[in-house]
């Protein structure tokens, strides 16, 4: 058998995977040893036979990797037949267009590895048709990945590296080509359309290749006529494709005119277009091209008219052809002649504005253009400066017109809409390629469809009319009011003949539109002194007119939109007036008739006429004029008031108190405030309002309301004995309400109360938020509160009193502590209204008080701690023990007096020590028999240790201080020639001795046996290193071992009890940084230096034997060992020790980074954290000894965490922003406590540096999103921006600045240049970009007078560019230029 028969025959085996037998052939191809010299052709025919064979099994879906692997082998195209090339290339495109949802991620990169396969590039060379149809199906199937995205899908690249190349091969294609003719028949046959589609889809994804694509065409149709060109445009079927073409061929001619005029006469000509597509498309598209592209129009056409004029005209000719059917498509095509150049509609812009007004729109996004349209022509007439006279010139138009023709506009309700919508013609659906061309540029959402909305919105028109007024001189805008209220009064008067009268309605609703939006928008107000005489006219006039307004509406039966006009136009009008008397210059006359004006404002109506106006809108009208109408007496009321002679000293008259806004709650009386509360309550059924919890008086009122609310249910209900009632009559004397409760505190009579009006009560008072108030209400409350649980409690209602006991606990917690002791002294009597129990939130209470009204000592706290004392000592005296309540309440006093700190602690002192006395009494006691210790000592011990060693360190340094003072005291001894004197002398100083004691006496009874042998009973039963204050106890004994008699094997005894333990919880993995750091630091502080050596070599003879963590313990391993060498760092050491941790912390952390997980590992974090906390924790230890070599290698391993590649490799941004951060603080630390070592480092630091300024400028191009940066990571950049700019500044303050001037220069040229080249930047934004500049001015600020040069030469015409204007604003903002 011959040889390519045989392979041929391996190539079939059906008993083997298709896969694997394209894998054969992939190796036959690429195998050096198989050296027959047709097995390309075998293979190319064995493939196309499978390939096109659609009945096989193996072959419904393509084989994607393997065909990508064999595309991209080389081989020679001459060595299989170019028959069998151009057949296998179909059949390959033919089997992707069948595909139907799979693999459609992966056919972009196979069509593309197909086209640049070396085996096919002599038949993409022979066959056009073949090639473009290559790039078609490439083209569709990229389309179509980009129509199915897959979400959180990270192995697809980019869209421009993918695109970008391809069109440029296409290009080169082109370039290449012999039959420019033939090639450009097969690209617009097979190409074109895919590419134009893709292009639009990649809109869609922020990349643009729109100059691509006009490059390509030029090449193509660069041969041709411009005739020609044109006609291929015509005929395309798709109106997408010909708009594309249309623009590019725009672009392309932009500076031949001959050329431009055919093209313009194509775009704006008149085509049969098809039924089911847009017209006028060509013209607004070619409008839209023209400004994107900066096309001008100033050149001279074929007839002698110039381009712009031929454009106005044509636009013309076409909106007045297509007004009537496609209204929307002359809207859009309006609003970009606009946004090209509004002076293309100059010449007509009053007839076409009134053919848009009265032309009904009959969709919303008919509606929305109109809107768009007289938003940018009054911001046209408002550049060119003549609003007056477009305002005049319309008003005129528009009159005209509705004087000869009635105006058709949709039905006002919803059913006639609804049938006028179905009668008309269903809007022609565009399809997703012309959306994405045509897309309107209307800044407008949606516009309301009533009958006004149709001619004049409201909301952007009448909004862009009124900044247009607002922006007007005073003169015009005089004009245009004394001219819209001329126009106003024509309207209104009898048998008008202005308008017809079936348009009288609408025009008159139109008018006053205009007056309102004019009236909110003027500012004559602000220059009321020079136009004195023209305000008091128009104002006149203005009055006359809204009489006559008034009149006319009374005068026809009831129509709602012109009665809401009316009321809108008294509303602005009043507002006006209002404005004008309020803001009045105090140096300016007023005239009698003003004045008089004044005293009865917006009376221009009789009082009969306006209540028949009332009447109307209440019987007849919407909520709408309702509202209206409620708004305009609100502002008569406020009117009224604020007119008042003394108005800033007047009370609010009750009749506006249910008006008043939130903010002004202030301004009323606590009466008020009352009436309002209980107005509010009566109509809205006494729920609460958020508006009232604004004001601290209001939030009282609401709260004392529903105490009232809950005591009077009680009355109904006849339950009597209820304190509350009681203390609401007092509830304004705090005195009389605590005094009421020190009287009844001891009732022990019980109550039936109502649970679930209890229960109400209580969650309406939780809803109110008491806490915030200031103190004085919020005292008043909480002795409220404490009655209501006082009678809740003796109402046996156990799970409402302790919410209620935890209402109590948060009035205490929050804002400035309360004076509770000032009105209960007495801790007895407190106790009885808040008695301890056991499933009671009591404690928290307690611990509440003590913490936050002891502590801070409060008024009335000395009274209270004495009646403490006094009460301890009572219960001592009669049991010579204390119960377990009086135990916790002793302690927790003890705690909260010697947590104090500063000057209270010195006040406190003299009232800790009877208690503390009374601790020593109570343990003395229990302790009494030296043989034989009590059966729960242990228990007894862990229920008193917290105040054992405040005890302790009490006798110690009383003692001491005792010692001290006796020894200050010497005999003033006189030298006195006389013998009775000294005789005498000396018997007076007998006499004092004796009546002195010694001080060693005295300090033996202070701490004699008893206590030692007390104190070690306590460290015997505490040995447990997570008890914080065992350890304080411990601290306390160690400090004081020599009178305290601890000999050095009774404290190795404890500080390995301690290292077990601790050593215990190590290989269980339960360490707790927190809990064990002071133990760590008291065993580490009284290790002798060789058990610490051996300690430091155990951790490394561990860390050598560990491999790189893969499970759970493995990590938890390396993170033991993190924490303690983390700890270590952070003990107080002698010089020895220092050393020694300075030597192993070297070693430990070179193993470390060794075994450090990827970047990709959940644990890979934590680790690093760790690591950077331990060589911060060393940095800033000063009796560590840091060493060159300990230094480097600190350095080193903040170089390798390699930050700059975090984000690439995979990180997290939460793990980026924390360890970058650290990486900066550690550096911080560094330069701070050991600068003369960093100052031989100063290509360590710089390399640092230029990572952590890489990772920040070139977080977002690192990044394999699209998206934008959100705000939490412009904050979090911007914070690590911050720090990296403290950490140059304090190199550049510091002794480094002078080692690191010589690299100044270097990290400067990088730093400019990751700006200016780094692909999508994060400097981009301005948060970001302040701190590198900072940066780099302080980098300049380094560098001498010879950097500069050198900079320039160095750095690109961008970066160069940077760095001088950098350089201007150091030397007008930053240098120094003081004298030192």
């Known amino acids: 058998m011959e040889i390519g028969e045989e392979l041929m025959s391996w190539l079939k085996d059906d008993k083997k995977e298709y896969t694997a037998r394209l894998e054969f052939a992939i190796k036959v191809w690429q195998s050096l040893d198989f050296v027959y010299i047709n097995k390309y052709e075998v293979i190319c025919k064995w493939l196309l036979d499978t390939l096109s064979n659609e009945n096989a099994e193996n072959t419904e879906e393509l084989p994607i990797a393997q065909l990508q692997q064999l595309f991209g082998l080389r081989a020679q195209p001459g060595l299989v037949d170019v028959k069998t090339k151009i057949n296998l290339m179909r059949v390959i495109l033919k089997r992707i267009e069948k595909a139907e949802n799979v693999n459609l991620h992966a056919h972009p990169q196979l069509l593309q590895s197909l086209i640049n396969f070396e085996l096919v590039q002599d038949a993409l060379r022979a066959n056009y048709d073949l090639l473009m149809c290559s790039y078609g199906t490439l083209f569709t199937s990229y389309e179509t990945m980009l129509r199915n995205p897959i979400d959180g899908d990270l192995s697809q690249p980019r869209h421009a590296d993918f695109i970008l190349p391809l069109l440029q091969q296409m290009r080169d294609y082109v370039q290449r080509a012999q039959n420019h003719k033939k090639l450009l028949k097969a690209y617009t046959y097979a190409a074109l359309q895919p590419l134009c589609q893709l292009l639009l889809q990649l809109r869609q994804h922020n990349l643009c290749c729109f100059d691509q694509l006009a490059a390509l065409e030029q090449q193509l149709t660069e041969s041709l006529p411009i005739r020609d060109v044109i006609a291929r445009i015509a005929q395309q079927p798709q109106l997408h494709v010909r708009l594309l073409l249309l623009e590019s061929l725009l672009l392309n001619q932009r500076f031949d005119n001959a050329h431009l005029d055919l093209v313009l006469r194509f775009a704006f000509g008149k085509h049969e277009t098809n039924p089911l597509e847009q017209p006028l498309a060509l013209a607004t598209h070619a409008l839209e091209s023209l400004r994107k592209h900066n096309i001008s129009l100033q050149f001279q056409m074929s007839n002698k008219t110039t381009a712009m004029d031929f454009v106005t005209e044509q636009i013309f000719e076409l909106v007045n052809e297509h007004k009537d059917e496609h209204l929307g498509e002359v809207l859009m095509m309006l609003c970009a002649a606009l946004r090209l150049n509004p002076l293309l509609l100059e010449p007509n812009v009053y007839q076409l504005t009134v053919w848009m007004l ?21 911001d046209m007439f408002r550049r060119l400066s003549s609003a007056e006279r477009f305002i005049m010139q319309l008003m005129k138009s528009l009159r005209e017109w509705l004087r000869n023709y009635e105006l058709q506009l949709p039905g006002s309700d919803a059913k006639r809409r609804r049938l006028s919508t179905d009668k008309d013609a269903t809007p022609v659906e565009l399809n997703l390629y012309l959306e994405l061309i045509l897309k309107p540029h209307s800044s407008v959402s949606s516009v309301p469809s009533d009958r006004l909305a149709q001619t004049w919105p409201s909301q952007t028109a009448g909004a862009a009319f009124t900044r247009l007024v607002s922006h007007l001189m005073a003169k015009p805008s005089i004009v245009i009011w004394k001219m819209l209220l001329h126009t106003f009064a024509e309207l209104l008067q009898p048998d008008t003949p202005s308008v017809l009268p079936v348009n009288l309605s609408f025009a008159i609703e139109l008018q006053a539109s205009l007056l309102c939006q004019y009236l909110l928008g003027t500012r004559l107000a602000e220059q009321v002194q020079l136009h004195q005489a023209e305000l008091a006219q128009g104002r006149r006039h203005m009055a006359q007119v809204l009489q006559q307004f008034g009149r006319h509406l009374l005068a026809r039966e009831h129509n709602r939109s012109t009665m809401n006009a009316f009321l809108e136009c008294v509303d602005r009008a009043t507002s006006f007036e209002l404005l004008l008397a309020y803001y009045w210059p105090d140096g300016l006359a007023k005239s009698e008739q003003e004045q ?119 009355k109904t209900q006849k339950i009597k004995g209820t304190l509350l009632a009681k203390q609401l009559q007092l509830e304004g004397d705090e005195t009389k309400l605590s005094a009421a409760l020190r009287q009844h505190c001891g009732s022990s009579k019980q109550l039936t109360l109502p649970v679930e009006a209890t229960k109400e009560l209580i969650e309406a008072l939780q809803r109110l938020p008491l806490a915030q108030l200031m103190s004085s209400i919020k005292l008043r409350l909480w002795l409220l509160i404490l009655t209501l649980h006082h009678d809740v409690r003796r109402g046996q209602l156990k799970e409402q009193a302790n919410q209620l006991l935890d209402q109590l606990i948060d009035l205490l917690h929050f804002g400035k502590p309360l004076p509770i002791c000032s009105h209960f002294p007495q801790l007895p009597e407190l106790l009885q209204l808040v008695p301890i129990e056991d499933a009671s939130n ?101 229920h008193t240790l917290s105040g054992f060693a405040v005890y302790l360190s009490s006798c110690i340094n009383r003692a001491a201080k005792l010692q001290r003072e006796q020894l200050e005291e010497k005999p003033n001894e006189k030298s006195n020639t006389k013998k009775k004197k000294q005789k005498q002398e000396q018997g007076d100083e007998e006499e004092k001795t004796m009546a002195l004691p010694s001080p060693e006496s005295e300090k033996s009874t202070l701490i004699d046996e008893n206590l030692r042998r007390i104190c070690k009973i306590y460290i015997g039963h505490s040995l447990n290193y997570r008890n914080v204050h065992a350890i304080k106890l411990l601290n306390v004994a160690l400090t004081h071992r020599e009178q305290l008699h601890l000999d050095q094997d009774e404290i190795e005894f404890v500080l390995d009890s301690y290292w077990r333990q601790l050593n215990a919880d190590i290989e269980a993995a339960t360490l707790d940084i927190q809990g064990i750091e002071p133990a760590i630091k008291l065993i580490i502080g009284y290790k002798t230096n060789e058990d610490f050596l051996l300690l430091l070599r155990r951790l490394s003879t561990q860390l050598e034997g560990m491999q790189r963590p893969e499970t759970e313990a493995q990590h938890t391993s390396l993170q033991n060992i993190l924490i303690l060498l983390q700890l270590f760092s952070k003990c107080s050491l002698s010089s020895i020790k220092g050393a020694m941790l300075n030597e192993h912390f070297e070693l430990l952390i070179g193993n470390i980074s ?86 031989d480092r100063a290509a360590q630091l710089t390399a640092l540096c230029q990572d952590l300024v890489e990772a920040i400028v070139c977080y977002r191009s690192d990044r394999k999103q699209a998206q934008n940066l959100s705000d939490r990571e412009l904050d979090g950049l911007a914070e690590l921006a911050l720090k990296l700019v403290t950490l140059l500044a304090g190199i550049a303050a510091g002794p480094q600045a002078l080692a690191v001037k010589r690299v100044a220069p270097f990290l400067l040229i990088f730093t400019i240049k990751q700006m200016v080249t780094t692909e999508r930047p994060t400097t981009l934004f301005e948060k970001i970009k302040v701190h590198l500049d900072r940066i780099c001015h302080e980098l300049i600020s380094l560098c001498d007078h010879r950097a500069g040069h050198f900079i320039l030469r160095s750095s690109n015409e961008a970066g160069a560019r940077m760095y001088q204007n950098l350089v201007k604003e150091h030397d007008k903002y930053h240098k120094f230029r003081g004298k030192v």
């Not at 390798?1200 to 590649?1205: C, L």
Request: aromatic share 6%.
């Open 842 to 942: 009591s404690w928290r209470f307690y611990e509440m008080l003590f913490g936050r009204c002891i502590r801070r000592l409060t008024a009335g706290g000395e009274s209270f701690l004495a009646s403490c004392a006094e009460h301890f000592r009572e219960q001592l005296q009669q049991t010579r023990t204390l119960q377990l309540v009086e135990r916790r309440l002793l302690l927790l006093a003890i705690e909260a007096l010697s947590g104090a700190s500063g000057v209270q602690a010195r006040r406190m002192q003299r009232h800790l020590q009877p208690l503390l006395e009374i601790y020593g009494q109570f343990v003395a006691h229990k302790f009494r028999s030296a043989k034989k210790p009590p059966a729960d000592a242990a228990e007894f011990v862990q």
């Open 358 to 378: 009265t032309k009904p729109k009959r969709t919303d996004k008919e509606l929305c253009l109109y809107s768009d349209y007289l938003v940018q022509l009054l």
């Open 596 to 714: 008089e004006e004044l005293q009865l404002p917006y009376k221009f109506l009789p009082s009969d006429e306006w209540e028949l106006i009332q009447q109307r809108v209440h019987n007849f009208g919407k909520s709408t004029c309702r509202q209206r109408l409620q708004r305009l007496e609100l502002q008569l009321l406020q009117t009224n008031w604020l007119l008042l002679p003394n108005q800033r000293h007047e009370s609010c008259p009750d009749a506006l108190l249910e008006l008043v806004p939130p903010q002004l709650l202030g301004h009323l009386s606590r009466g008020q405030k009352q009436l309002r509360l209980q107005q509010q309550q009566r109509r809205h059924h006494q729920q609460q309002h958020e508006d009232l919890l604004q004001d601290a008086e209001c939030v009282e009122l609401l709260a004392l309301q529903l105490l009232q609310d809950y005591a009077d249910t009680l």
């Open 1154 to 1239: 060794l075994r450090l997980p990827g970047v990709g590992d959940a644990a890979y974090r934590n680790h690093v954290v760790r690591l950077l906390e331990a060589q911060g924790a060393l940095a800033s230890n000063r009796t560590v000894p840091l060493t060159g070599e300990t230094l480097d290698s600190i350095l080193g391993t903040m170089l390798e965490i390699n930050i700059k590649r975090f984000i690439i490799a995979g990180g997290s941004l939460d793990d980026f922003l924390v360890l970058h951060a650290g990486i900066s603080e550690n550096l911080l630390l560094l330069l701070r406590q050991h600068g003369t070592l960093m100052s």
